[in-house]
């Protein structure tokens, strides 16, 4: 069964970047560039950050930017603040009409 | 601004039935495919499932199939989650997204609505 693979944790100081993989177990699905990024804070509902692998919504700080290579997308975020420190989850269509989700990154900023 | 509020969570034994809506304010909710994500606590986001725009199809994630029907009232801008068969796995905040005009892209997300599945 496919499966999007993201680090558990990834960490950071205030100014610096950081960059998730996210990365796709199956070729099928790394076929499709339907690659999205979502933030979510804690009790709170997911954002859309990046969709498309690297296009952001009206809104979104350029700081966060989007790739792909190969089978595995990336969501790099420059000039880390703190208010970047939530949860980061990657998502792809997975053909056959489902959609997968990576299992989620906690990014700290220390 | 695009709204989507959640409602009808709750405790429900296992085997037992409940259903959820979303109701969606501030654009043209029958252009818009819709899902429900589901997300259990202390874990990641899981897909449930998606109904187009105007309801002709609907598909659903192999943990859901068969026990849960995704629906939408157009007339109403209300979707809804009809979960049957519950079971203790299914314990979750429920969120309803929609879909943008990007396949499988959800650009607006509701609060949640949290089901608990015990006896």
């Known amino acids: 069964q496919s499966a999007l693979t993201q680090p558990a944790s990834v960490s950071g100081s205030p100014g610096q970047s950081i960059t998730i993989s996210c990365t796709e177990s199956s070729s099928d699905v790394g076929s499709y560039n339907l690659v999205s990024w979502y933030q979510q804070h804690p009790g709170k509902a997911p954002k859309l950050m990046i969709f498309e692998v690297n296009n952001r919504p009206s809104g979104v700080s350029n700081r966060f930017s989007g790739s792909k290579s190969g089978n595995t997308a990336s969501l790099t975020i420059s000039g880390l603040q703190t208010e970047d420190e939530a949860d980061y989850y990657c998502?792809?269509?997975?053909?056959?009409?489902?959609?997968?989700f990576g299992g989620g990154t906690k990014l700290t900023v220390l | 601004q695009v709204q989507l509020v959640e409602s009808g969570g709750g405790v429900v034994q296992p085997g037992r039935s409940l259903r959820l809506s979303c109701t969606a304010s501030?654009?043209?909710?029958?252009?818009?495919?819709m899902h429900w994500v589901r997300q259990a606590p202390g874990k990641g986001l899981e897909w449930v499932a998606v109904i187009w725009y105007d309801g002709s199809k609907k598909y659903y994630a192999d943990s859901v199939k068969g026990r849960f029907t995704i629906s939408r009232d157009n007339s109403k801008n209300t979707l809804f989650l009809e979960m049957n068969s519950l079971r203790a796995e299914d314990t979750a905040v429920y969120f309803c997204?929609?879909?943008?005009?990007?396949?499988?892209?959800?650009?607006?997300w509701g609060q949640g609505t949290l089901v608990t599945v015990s006896s």
């Open positions: 998502c792809s269509y997975a053909g056959n009409t489902t959609v997968l």
């Open positions: 997204a929609r879909e943008s005009t990007v396949l499988t892209t959800f650009d607006y």
């Open positions: 501030a654009f043209n909710f029958r252009s818009f495919g």
